[in-house]
């Protein structure tokens, strides 16, 4: 994300993975300016990347814990307060009658200051979570409009297809240690979603297009065209 964490429109395009010819149906600069389109159509509708997301997850845990952080320190001040107004001169005869913050309503305050942490984390999780979501379903929901305008056009020849495909993003490594002193490691996938646009020709033209595909200028029988979206 290059313009920092709260940067809701990362730089996403799609850019295709075959450059090709399908000589009769489409050419490669009529499919470069299919594609044109649809990163123009694309590029006001935003999406939250996952690494915003866990950006803002951190940024959310920090703020709870200097949250937490303050509200000790303010009550330790207090005892600062407490323990200097009663020592000084002038409140000596009192001394006997003042009483010290009580520990049992510090516990409370404390307690009900991490539940209510705990709480707003979670809080803040699931609005993050709801509002990737949201971004998500609108960004599909215009894309999709666009390719049906295009499978109006070119059906039953091709259609073009939008899908959310997983794809596995890196491993988390976890080391534990048990009472004996051995250690046994672990790799933990994990995956993201990014969008595709799948062209897919219809197999009855399969002859007529068999040998008119070309990529990198080698004949080939693919026959569909695989467009990934860049979002990092």
């Given at each position: 994300i290059k313009s920092g964490i709260f940067d809701f429109n990362p730089d996403k395009k799609f850019k295709a993975?075959?450059?090709?010819?399908?000589?009769?149906?489409?050419?490669?600069?009529?499919?470069?300016e299919r594609l044109d389109k649809i990163?123009?159509?694309i590029k006001d509708y935003s999406l939250m990347?996952?690494?915003l997301k866990i950006r803002l997850y951190w940024f959310s845990g920090i703020l709870a814990i200097l949250v937490l952080v303050i509200a000790s320190a303010a009550y330790q001040n207090s005892?600062?307060?407490?323990?200097?107004n009663s020592l000084s001169s002038n409140n000596l005869n009192n001394l006997d009658n003042s009483q010290p913050p009580s520990y049992e309503n510090a516990i409370a305050i404390t307690t009900t200051v991490e539940a209510l942490i705990g709480a707003l984390t979670f809080l803040a999780k699931y609005l993050i979570d709801q509002k990737s979501k949201e971004l998500a379903k609108n960004f599909e929901k215009s894309l999709k409009y666009l390719l049906t305008e295009y499978n109006n056009q070119d059906n039953p020849t091709a259609n073009w297809r939008f899908v959310w495909?997983?794809?596995?993003?890196?491993?988390?490594?976890?080391?534990?240690a048990n009472s004996e002193g051995n250690f046994k490691g672990k790799a933990v996938p994990k995956f993201v979603e990014h969008a595709e646009i799948v062209l897919e020709i219809n197999d009855a033209l399969s002859d007529l297009t068999a040998h008119t595909v070309r990529v990198n200028n080698e004949s080939t029988d693919i026959?569909?065209?695989?467009?990934?979206?860049?979002?990092?």
């Open positions: 993975e075959w450059c090709l010819d399908l000589h009769g149906f489409l050419t490669r600069d009529g499919f470069k990163n123009y159509h990347s996952e690494k005892l600062s307060i407490y323990y200097r495909r997983s794809v596995l993003s890196h491993f988390n490594i976890e080391i534990n026959e569909r065209i695989i467009s990934t979206l860049s979002n990092e």
